[in-house]
């Protein structure tokens, strides 16, 4: 016996996963503008080290 068509959640899924492909390809698009502004830029040292939520410097 077929099964019954749920039109709403194909619909809601289809939907959804539109949206996951649309936010992939803004962040992959904002990832490489980001990559191509801080090609011409020196990078700073303590820019990648975030400090620790009580404020003290991680240690290694």
Do not use: C, H, I, V
């Not at 992959?28 to 990559?35: F, S, V």
């Amino acid at each position: 016996m077929p099964r019954k068509p749920n039109y709403k959640f194909e619909r809601l899924e289809r939907e959804r996963a539109k949206a996951a492909k649309k936010a992939a390809r803004l962040q992959a698009r904002a990832d490489k503008k980001a990559g191509l502004a801080g090609e011409g830029e020196a990078p700073d040292e303590n820019s990648a080290e975030t400090p620790a939520p009580d404020g003290e410097t991680p240690q290694d």
